[in-house]
């Protein structure tokens, strides 16, 4: 996803853009090329996120749309107060990109799991977020987002993600969820880099006779409610599937309109526990020990 997202910023300056890429001492090797190629649109303040946020501010109020890069619990955690003033409050059109969502960066430990920065962020008023599935979801991401009045964060993966789109998909806009199959009697809502997941978990329900429906929430905020409405409407069963912890994510968001709307539909959330890693590991490693595979996904689907 991260080179997924250097191609569309590429891409946005070739046509003229007005874009300013920020970042807090990361992205080396991923930004090489990009910043040899447009050096006055890459600026790398160090490690200081609080400072990076304040910059992009004042960028936006010069009429730049500004992209900050970090990795998530930095670019979003520890420069909080900043996002809420500075851009939250003044509703300036800053992206906050975030890399390596969930636990893609398993074998750093707990103070690199991006496990509740969907909460974090959702909860800040003006900010819109949005969590690409694959590389071909980042790159519609990026463009869709210049078209934002307010601030907005991106949360990304980070190299290797399976590709589920063969081309930017048609119909993509923020805030809309994009369908990927058509189904019946139960519903599979996935957000973020848990998409290949969730089409192994349709795979598998399809193998054992059901006929699921499939989209990439894409959007956590603002939610599609419209769509989860009609979903219910057809749907006995609607399963939500994130690499973030239960409280505060997308299964949180779906609820609520489910509460909201007095849906008649029977709600399956799949995520992360509220706790922390205490052990390093890999990111399929972590999937297995919170049951979050295709065949344990599955399996509980069906009980």
Excluded at 40 to 61: C, K, P, T, W
Excluded at 122 to 130: C, D, H, I, K
Aim: charged content about 20%; overall charge negative; hydrophobic content about 40%.
């Amino acid at each position: 996803m991260r080179l997924a997202l250097v191609k569309a910023l590429t891409e946005l300056i070739e046509r003229g853009e007005d874009l300013q890429v920020l970042t807090a001492d990361t992205g080396f090797h991923v930004f090489d090329e990009f910043q040899q190629r447009f050096p006055d649109r890459f600026l790398n303040v160090g490690i200081s996120e609080a400072a990076m946020i304040g910059l992009a501010a004042g960028l936006a109020h010069e009429g730049k749309q500004v992209f900050c890069y970090g990795i998530v619990p930095f670019v979003t955690l520890r420069c909080l107060e900043q996002t809420r003033v500075d851009l939250c409050y003044g509703g300036l059109p800053v992206k906050v990109v975030g890399v390596g969502g969930g636990l893609t960066y398993g074998p750093a430990g707990a103070t690199h799991h991006a496990i509740e920065d969907i909460a974090v962020m959702t909860a800040l008023p003006n900010m819109t977020v949005v969590c690409p599935g694959d590389p071909a979801e980042t790159e519609s991401a990026v463009g869709a987002s210049l078209g934002l009045a307010g601030p907005c964060y991106l949360r990304i993966g980070k190299t290797g993600e399976k590709v589920i789109h063969t081309a930017r998909p048609a119909g993509f806009a923020i805030g809309k969820a994009l369908r990927l199959r058509a189904g019946r009697g139960v519903a599979v809502i996935s957000t973020g880099n848990m998409l290949a997941t969730a089409v192994e978990v349709c795979d598998l329900l399809a193998e054992r006779g059901l006929t699921p429906e499939l989209v990439s929430m894409h959007t956590v905020k603002p939610l599609d409610r419209e769509w989860i409405c009609q979903a219910a409407a057809r749907c006995e069963t609607l399963v939500t599937i994130e690499e973030h912890c239960l409280t505060g994510g997308l299964g949180s968001s779906v609820a609520g309109v489910v509460v909201d709307e007095t849906l008649d539909v029977r709600l399956q959330r799949f995520g992360l526990p509220d706790e922390y890693a205490h052990e390093a590991g890999s990111q399929d490693y972590f999937r297995r020990k919170y049951g979050l595979t295709a065949a344990q996904i599955a399996d509980r689907i069906e009980t």
